[in-house]
């Protein structure tokens, strides 16, 4: 019986009446080296830059240019991720719920995008109030046998699933 498959960042396992989401760091910044190695710079670079440059003051590793960098692109970037995903998580009911009683869960939709991952919403029910959880399947690998095979896991639980 089929009980778990891979997201964007991480895996979903069906255990125990639990829908488990597990995520990792890992996986993701895995998946980001996989798709675009220059992208994986962009992003690694200046993470690791910065705090070098504010620990070692070496013409490499300038310490006011490692200081300007943190003010004025790395917090305003930190701030701006919060701020975007608090607006979008309040008002729409999404989610990063870890764990899901299957016996809430009332139905999940797999929309697919031509130029995309396959978005996963898990609709389920907390303290009176329907909530979604939000996956990704791992994309531009994703094969028609990851996805089927990801709509099963719900459906051999008992678990309705809509394609739209």
């Given at each position: 019986?089929?009980?778990s498959?891979?997201?964007?960042n991480g895996h979903?396992?069906i255990v125990?009446g639990?829908v488990q989401?597990?995520?990792?760091?890992?996986?993701?910044?895995?998946?980001l080296?996989?798709r675009?190695?220059?992208?994986?710079?962009?992003?690694f670079i200046?993470i690791?830059?910065?705090?070098?440059?504010?620990?070692?003051?070496?013409?490499?590793f300038p310490?006011?240019?490692?200081?300007l960098?943190?003010v004025f692109?790395g917090?305003?970037?930190?701030?701006?991720v919060?701020i975007?995903r608090?607006?979008?998580?309040?008002p729409?009911?999404?989610t990063t719920a870890?764990?899901?009683?299957?016996d809430?869960?009332?139905h999940?939709?797999f929309e697919e995008?031509?130029?995309?991952p396959?978005?996963?919403?898990?609709?389920?029910?907390?303290d009176g109030?329907?909530?979604?959880?939000?996956?990704r399947?791992p994309w531009?690998?994703?094969?028609a046998?990851?996805?089927e095979?990801?709509?099963?896991?719900?459906?051999?639980?008992g678990?309705?699933?809509?394609?739209?």
């Amino acid at each position: 019986m089929a009980n778990s498959f891979s997201t964007n960042n991480g895996h979903v396992t069906i255990v125990d009446g639990t829908v488990q989401i597990e995520n990792s760091i890992r996986c993701s910044i895995r998946r980001l080296f996989n798709r675009s190695k220059l992208m994986f710079m962009f992003v690694f670079i200046p993470i690791v830059w910065t705090p070098s440059s504010l620990v070692i003051d070496h013409w490499l590793f300038p310490t006011a240019v490692g200081k300007l960098f943190l003010v004025f692109l790395g917090l305003p970037l930190l701030v701006m991720v919060g701020i975007t995903r608090l607006a979008i998580a309040l008002p729409t009911g999404i989610t990063t719920a870890s764990r899901i009683p299957v016996d809430t869960v009332d139905h999940v939709t797999f929309e697919e995008h031509r130029f995309g991952p396959t978005q996963i919403t898990i609709h389920y029910e907390n303290d009176g109030d329907m909530k979604n959880r939000q996956l990704r399947l791992p994309w531009p690998s994703q094969t028609a046998e990851e996805f089927e095979a990801s709509r099963r896991v719900f459906e051999v639980h008992g678990i309705d699933t809509d394609r739209t």
